[in-house]
């Protein structure tokens, strides 16, 4: 499986457990799997839903600011891949 970088965690909103990602490269979307990794963070997990500002939406792209559901935690500055089929 390749792996592309796709964007950083800015925050993570532990109430709701959600990860606010800032997409720096490529695009994301419902469905697709997702690797964070950082100095104390390494997990996979599927996109089931994302927000920008309160609005549900089915894709992303470069310079958007998203937020996603996550399972686990995840922290400020920890990097997000798109794992892909090779």
């Known amino acids: 499986m390749k792996e592309d970088h796709i964007g950083f965690v800015s925050n993570y909103f532990s109430k709701i457990s ?3 990602i800032e997409m720096t490269e490529g695009t994301l979307s419902v469905g697709d799997k997702i690797h964070f990794l950082g100095h ?3 997990y ?3 996109v089931h839903s994302m927000q920008i500002e309160h609005k549900s939406v089915t894709k992303v792209k470069k310079g958007d600011s998203v937020g996603v559901k996550v399972p686990e935690k995840v922290r400020e ?3 997000v891949y798109k794992i892909v089929a090779d």
Do not use: R, W
């Open 18 to 20: 959600v990860a606010a």
């Open 40 to 42: 104390t963070t390494e």
């Open 77 to 79: 500055g920890d990097k």
């Open 44 to 46: 996979e997990t599927t």
